[in-house]
């Protein structure tokens, strides 16, 4: 109070000196404490949900962490599962390879044996038919060199009948065909092996190539990649039909709109559709063999076997076949877009807002050709639009 010396009254000369409360100057700076305290109280307002938003930031960190740490474990246990297979493996072909390594020398010895024996028998038979031709020569000498009329005449008579003389394998048959039928399995045994060994190593090899590891794409950007390289389903209007539940209108009228499109073989399809309204709007595919009269089951998209759809609300959507229901969680948005990929039987519907988000993919092995078609609550309108390149945009 004394140091600004205003709103000081005295009643004299020598009179005490009194606060009388009322000095500007106090005020401006009370009131600039004020103001401090105001500012302050923003601050840390901002700085607590600066906090808050850390705090979060960091507990999503340590989350993540935490996946990625059970990811890490999990890999772990998957390597060292692998390789423990591994050497199961090789180790069962080499105790198997090994078994019939003896399995074979056993019954290429065996044979060996048979045909060993065989020849043996043979070799005897032929060396005791040689000493008896022996015997018979050296009587043949003795006879020619005897001077007795009479017993050369005898003697002559027998020794001129030729003894049998059976078939023989011979040796150049032996040693060549014994064994050409086990040498030709054994050669086609090593090339089929060979073979099977380099198509079956280089599957390995490029599997466990630690160079082919990367971060998965999310859904968004996988069917946004697709679908830059999918071709637009052809809309024909010669082959709509509204109103009805097929190419054909049914006897009696429905409280819905149906619409058909023209089929398309291509294995790799795109189209994309905007609904707007108050009502439901249903888009899917379907089979020529849909029924189409009536309103039952058979006639409905994703009721029966032939037919698949995404029902579009405003309170969510929900994706249907064979009569099974599949709740989508996802913010309803107006623009749909559907990718057909025919060789790997997928179905996918994408919400298309400021970024690609898939809704369901249905996997099915598509045997016929597929139709697009629509079902419309009365109060919705369903535009079909050209694709926009995903390459576009800057958030695909």
């Known amino acids: 109070m004394s140091h600004h010396r205003l709103g000081l009254e005295g009643g004299g000369c020598y009179s005490q000196v009194e606060w009388s409360g009322d000095c500007p100057l106090c005020e401006s700076d009370q009131e600039d404490l004020r103001n401090v305290d105001i500012q302050r109280a923003r601050k840390q307002a901002q700085l607590q949900e600066c906090q808050r938003a850390v705090q979060g930031r960091i507990r999503a ?182 109103r009805t539940s097929g190419p054909e209108r049914p006897s009696s009228g429905i409280p819905v709109a149906s619409l058909w499109t023209q089929t398309r073989r291509t294995p790799l399809c795109y189209w994309e559709v905007e609904w707007r309204g108050g009502g439901w709007v249903d888009i899917g595919v379907t089979y020529r063999g849909i029924g189409r009269k009536g309103g039952g089951k058979p006639c409905l998209l994703g009721r029966n076997e032939n037919s698949w759809r995404l029902r579009c609300t405003h309170s969510g959507y929900a994706a249907w076949h064979d009569n099974r229901k599949t709740t989508v969680a996802a913010a309803p948005c107006p623009r749909i877009g559907v990718l057909l990929e025919r060789q790997q039987g997928a179905l996918s519907f994408y919400s298309l807002s400021s970024a690609v988000a898939l809704l369901h993919t249905f996997h099915c092995p598509f045997s016929q050709p597929l139709y697009p078609a629509f079902r419309l609550d009365l109060d919705s309108t369903v535009l079909i639009c050209p694709p926009v390149s995903p390459s576009a945009s800057s958030d695909l």
Not at 222 to 232: I, L, N, S
Request: aromatic residues 4%; hydrophobic residues 40%; charged residues 30%.
């Open 61 to 242: 960190g340590e989350r993540e962490l935490e996946d990625f740490q059970q990811a890490l474990n999990s890999l772990k246990c998957s390597a060292s599962a692998v390789v423990g297979d591994s050497e199961a493996l090789f180790s069962d072909l080499a105790q198997r390879l090994e078994q019939t390594r003896v399995e074979v020398r056993a019954r290429l010895e065996a044979q060996e044996k048979a045909v060993l024996s065989r020849v043996e028998r043979e070799v005897e038979e032929l060396d005791r038919e040689v000493a008896e031709l022996r015997k018979r020569e050296e009587g043949i000498d003795q006879l020619l060199l005897t001077e007795d009329n009479g017993q050369f005449l005898r003697a002559a008579s027998l020794l001129c009948v030729q003894p049998a003389c059976g078939r023989r394998p011979r040796a150049a048959e032996v040693s060549t065909d014994c064994f050409g039928a086990a040498r030709r399995a054994l050669s086609h045994l090593r090339a089929r092996m060979e073979e099977l060994w380099r198509e079956e190593v280089d599957k390995i090899t490029k599997a466990v190539n630690p160079n082919v590891y990367q971060l998965p794409a999310t859904d968004g950007c996988k069917g946004a990649e697709k679908m830059a390289t999918a071709v637009p389903f052809p809309l024909a209007p010669s082959a709509c039909s509204s």
